[in-house]
T-cell receptor, first 110, second 119 residues
Framework: DAKTTQPPSMDCAEGRAANLPCNHS???????VYWYRQIHSQGPQYIIHGLKNNETNEMASLIITEDRKSSTLILPHATLRDTAVYYC???????????FGSGTQLTVLP | NAGVTQTPKFRVLKTGQSMTLLCAQDMNHEYMYWYRQDPGMGLRLIHY???????AKGEVPDGYNVSRLKKQNFLLGLESAAPSQTSVYFC??????????????????FGPGTRLTVL
């Protein structure tokens, strides 16, 4: 019973913006959207999270639609080091468990 | 500040052998987790702990036991290893949820992983 749907793979040219979509049409009112990434064989790394407002930090921006049924993670100037699997996760703030789906394999091309 | 460390990095076991994986964190986090990741799949939660002396089952707990005797350590044990337990094991830690004005909610910090092969 997947909570999120992501494309299995995407390519992006180095220096361009990478826009990674996520569908979470069954999200409930108290669930946040989290993004993590996993660079080859390493442990996942937290990127950003949001509830309903758009969020930005030093790594990325998160755009959440007004109905909260989908979101987009934006890496504004992708580099080769951003090649990774990106996971979109919905979870309550106090949830113990993060449910990782299959994610999106982003490949940044030179 | 080492963050989350895992010992060992690699291990090969024979079916039926036992072993313990050690996770240590130096961030004074209350919560700790053990995940496994099979090839081409996302992480699945095995067990977690919300404090010293407490543990709970996650999504795939069968065949594993855990202990949290010290706040900074979380041990994962395999009593009788099976080939189905061949996987990469990740430990993570996080602070307990804070109030509205607190820091990143539920941000989990992950260790580098332990690659376990059971023959």
């Amino acid at each position: 019973d997947a909570k999120t749907t992501q494309p299995p793979s995407m390519d992006c040219a180095e220096g361009r913006a990478a826009n990674l979509p996520c569908n979470h049409s069954t999200i409930s009112g108290n669930e946040y959207v989290y993004w993590y990434r996993q660079i080859h064989s390493q442990g996942p790394q937290y990127i950003i999270h949001g509830l309903k407002n758009n969020e930005t930090n030093e790594m990325a921006s998160l755009i959440i639609t007004e109905d909260r049924k989908s979101s987009t993670l934006i890496l504004p100037h992708a580099t080769l080091r951003d090649t990774a699997v990106y996971y979109c996760i919905v979870s309550t703030r106090s949830a113990r468990q993060l449910t990782f789906g299959s994610g999106t394999q982003l490949t940044v091309l030179p | 500040n080492a963050g989350v460390t895992q010992t060992p990095k690699f291990r090969v076991l024979k079916t039926g052998q036992s072993m313990t994986l050690l996770c240590a964190q130096d961030m004074n986090h209350e919560y700790m987790y053990w995940y496994r990741q099979d090839p081409g799949m996302g992480l699945r939660l095995i067990h977690y702990s919300v404090g010293e002396g407490t543990t709970a089952k996650g999504e795939v707990p069968d065949g594993y036991n855990v202990s949290r005797l010290k706040k900074q350590n979380f041990l994962l044990g395999l009593e009788s290893a099976a080939p189905s337990q061949t996987s990469v094991y990740f430990c993570a830690s996080s602070s307990a949820p804070r109030g509205v004005a607190g820091g990143p909610y539920n941000e989990q910090f992950f260790g580098p992983g332990t690659r376990l092969t059971v023959l």
